[in-house]
C-alpha cells in the first residue's frame, strides 16, 4: 500500500508482491496472470490519465504537461527526475506567473489559457477577424445572456482598444477598421425575429454616440439590447448633434435620449455640452448618459452629475437598459 504513493514506479514494485502470492498460493499460473493483467490495465489508466487530471486541477498544471515533464525529467536524471518532475514542472509555473520574463513557462505548462476571453476577443478584432470574433461569442453564449457578453467581454476590449489608441498604437484607420468589424459582429448577434420582449408601454429611445472613436459600437449594442427587450431605439452618430447638425435632429416623438462614452477624461466639458445641446432641442426628453468605465468619478460623484445635467447614469449596458426601461413604465403606471 505504501508503495503506491511513490509517484509513477510505485505502482510497479506494488505488483511485485501481490504476484508472488499469487503464485505461491495457487498452484497453477491463473491468479498470477490475473494479478498481473490486472495491474497492467488499472496502473497505466490510474497513472496516465487519472493521476494527471488529478494533479493537474490541483496545482495548476495542465495534465498533458505532467505526462511530457516526467518523460523530460525522467530522461535528464532517471528515476530520481521521474520523482521530482511534478514539483520541478510546478516551480516553473509559478515563476512564469510571477516573473514577467519567464511567462512563456506559465503559457506552455499551465492549465491556465494563454488568452483571457477578453484578450481573445480584443485580438480577433484587431486582427479584422469578425468571424472569429463571433465564433469565440458563440461560444461565451452557451452560458451566459447577450447582455452578460457584452458587458464582461466587448466592452472590456473595447477599453483595452481605448487604451492602445490613446498610446498611439492605433491609428484613426486601424480604429474604423475595428468598429467596422465589431459592428459586423454585433449585427450578426441580433437575436432572431420574435424574440423580443413585449412591454406594455414602449418609450422612443434615440442612441447617441460619444465622440470617441469606439463610441459606435457601444452604441449599436446598447440599441441592439433595448430592442431585444421591446423598446423601440434607433443609433444616430456623434456627428448628427454637433452645434452644426443638431438642429436638424428629428426627436419628434424621443422619450429618452441615451448617450454613451466609453471614455471620459478630465473635465468632460465636451459631454455636458451635447447634454446641453440636446436638453434645448429636446426638452421633454429624459437625458440617460452611459459611461462604460465602471470607476468613472462622475458615477460617484454627485457634484460632477449635477454639472453635467443628465437625468441619470449608467456604468454598464444593463444597468443602462434598466435606466432606459423601468423608469418609463413607472410613469406610465402613475398616469393610468
Not at 105 to 132: C, H, K, M, W
Not at 142 to 157: F, I
Not at 269 to 297: C, M, S, T
Amino acid at each position: 500500500g505504501l508503495l503506491r504513493f511513490v509517484p509513477y514506479i510505485g505502482s510497479l514494485l506494488a505488483a511485485v508482491a501481490p504476484a508472488a502470492l499469487g503464485a505461491a498460493v495457487d498452484p497453477g499460473w491463473g491468479m498470477t496472470l490475473e494479478v498481473v493483467v490486472l495491474f497492467a490495465v488499472v496502473e497505466p489508466v490510474t497513472g496516465y490519465v487519472v493521476e494527471p487530471l488529478l494533479y493537474g486541477h490541483s496545482t495548476g498544471l495542465s495534465p498533458v504537461s505532467v505526462i511530457v515533464s516526467a518523460i523530460f525529467w525522467t530522461w535528464l536524471w532517471g528515476p530520481i527526475g521521474l520523482i521530482m518532475s511534478t514539483p520541478l514542472t510546478l516551480c516553473l509555473v509559478v515563476m512564469g506567473r510571477h516573473v514577467k520574463s519567464l511567462e512563456f513557462f506559465d503559457v506552455l505548462l499551465g492549465d491556465r489559457p494563454a488568452l483571457t476571453p477578453v484578450e481573445s476577443f480584443y485580438q480577433r478584432i484587431l486582427a479584422n477577424n469578425p468571424d472569429e470574433a463571433l465564433a469565440q461569442a458563440e461560444a461565451l453564449l452557451a452560458d451566459r445572456s447577450l447582455t452578460d457578453y457584452y458587458d464582461g467581454v466587448v466592452l472590456e476590449g473595447l477599453k483595452l482598444a481605448v487604451e492602445d489608441e490613446a498610446r498611439g498604437t492605433i491609428d484613426k484607420a486601424g480604429a474604423v477598421r475595428m468598429t467596422r468589424s465589431m459592428l459586423s459582429v454585433i449585427d450578426d448577434l441580433r437575436p432572431p425575429a420574435g424574440a423580443e420582449q413585449t412591454l406594455p408601454s414602449t418609450p422612443n429611445v434615440l442612441c447617441v454616440a460619444g465622440h470617441g472613436a469606439f463610441d459606435d459600437a457601444v452604441t449599436a449594442m446598447l440599441v441592439q439590447l433595448l430592442n431585444h427587450r421591446g423598446l423601440e431605439a434607433k443609433r444616430v452618430p456623434n456627428a448628427a448633434v454637433s452645434r452644426e447638425t443638431v438642429a436638424t435632429l428629428d426627436v419628434t416623438g424621443i422619450d429618452v435620449i441615451a448617450i454613451s462614452y466609453l471614455e471620459v477624461t478630465g473635465t468632460p466639458a465636451q459631454l455636458r455640452y451635447l447634454v446641453r445641446r440636446l436638453r434645448g432641442h429636446a426638452p421633454e426628453a429624459r437625458i440617460v448618459v452611459g459611461l462604460w468605465p465602471q470607476d468613472e468619478a462622475v458615477l460617484s460623484n454627485a457634484d460632477i452629475q449635477r454639472m453635467l445635467g443628465a437625468d441619470c447614469y449608467a456604468g454598464s449596458l444593463a444597468d443602462a437598459v434598466e435606466q432606459i426601461a423601468l423608469p418609463h413604465l413607472k410613469l406610465k403606471t402613475v398616469a393610468a
